[in-house]
């Protein structure tokens, strides 16, 4: 089910703070020149999945990472492309109505949701585009549901494939009680510090050049919804100060499990996870291809149509 953003408005009633994150993602998709289409898709008994949609053809699924939402693809979704490309916002993110993320229960939700998402669309086998914590939730979809997935490219450092660490900050907010000190004393965001924050992945120079996208930040940022659903998945993953949970880490042997053709697009400066792990990476999954370009975290913003041209190059081969 598509609406313009104006039809949203009354398809769905919002908080103040979401108001703020429509109104914020509108501005950004109003910029480029290529048509951003906002649309809204039940899932669930009445749940809806929020997406920014663009192009036509066959969907491909671009699945963003912790703490974003589906307006990070934005700069990639103005290069143009012969497929119809869906950002979603993952549950609780962007626009997109919450679930429960229960620490051992986080791989079946993602899972489930990928599928439902896929099943609501008409998908039978998806092409999957995932960054960062989007890029786990594609990689758990093709080890559980490999008949669903047709291929995989993979974004900017995936947190807990071989190699890979948390950043200290992620650590620290993971932590229950330094955590919700921190959470309490961090100040409103601002465009400030959503840059400060971009730098501390390796995008604070790239990040400034889409000052629309950092407005979605700021805005996401006094969010309450994608704060809970951030702080609830980061906590199922990371065991505070130690890193990543061992029982969420994926082993080379779990990867060499994955048939699916797997483009694996690595910026040299990301700093969850150096070249090596990259190499890493590549070497487990038995289909896999390594990109190195010149960035951080989030590749694509740096370099749209090299990424663009890469994903393309790759489904199109598949």
């Known amino acids: 089910m598509s609406n313009s953003y104006k039809d949203n408005w009354t398809l769905k009633s919002m908080s103040r703070e979401r108001e703020a994150v429509a109104r914020a993602q509108q501005a950004l998709a109003a910029e480029g020149g290529v048509e951003i289409r ?23 699924i671009l699945l ?24 979603v916002d993952r549950p609780g993110f962007g626009l997109s109505d919450p679930v429960e993320y229960q620490r051992d229960e986080l791989r079946t939700t993602a899972v489930t949701t990928v599928i439902q998402l896929l099943d609501a669309l008409g998908v039978d086998r998806a092409d999957l585009v995932g960054s960062s914590g989007g890029g786990v939730w594609s990689l758990w979809t093709a080890l559980d549901q490999p008949q669903r997935v047709r291929s995989l490219a993979l974004l900017g450092a995936v947190p807990l494939l071989p190699g890979t ?63 809970d659903a951030a702080e609830r998945e980061l906590r199922a993953l990371i065991r505070g100060l130690i890193g990543f949970r061992a029982g969420y880490v994926f082993t080379e042997d779990a990867l060499s499990g994955i048939e699916h053709p797997t483009l694996l697009v690595w910026g040299d400066q990301d700093p969850i996870g150096d070249l090596d ?42």
């Not at 100040?187 to 979605?216: A, C, D, N, Q």
């Not at 590749?299 to 489904?315: F, K, V, Y």
């Open 64 to 87: 963003h990472g912790s703490g974003n939402s589906a307006a990070d693809w934005v700069p990639l979704m103005r290069v143009p492309s012969s497929r119809r490309l869906v950002a």
């Open 165 to 227: 660490s948390a950043p200290l900050p992620l650590r620290l907010m993971a932590t229950p009680v330094v955590g919700a000190v921190l959470g309490r004393l961090m100040p409103t965001p601002t465009p400030e510090s959503v840059t400060k924050m971009m730098g501390m992945m390796g995008e604070g120079e790239t990040i400034s050049r889409y000052p629309e996208l950092i407005e979605v930040h700021v805005a996401a940022g006094s969010d309450p919804t994608a704060g």
């Open 277 to 318: 792990a990259a190499r890493r990476a590549a070497e487990a999954i038995p289909n896999a291809e390594l990109a190195v370009v010149s960035t951080g975290h989030a590749p694509w913003w740096g370099e749209p149509e090299q990424c663009a041209g890469l994903i393309s190059n790759h489904i199109e081969t598949t």
């Open 38 to 60: 906002s649309s809204w898709i039940e899932v669930d008994a009445g749940r809806m999945i929020h997406t920014l949609e663009a192009g036509s053809g066959e969907p491909l």
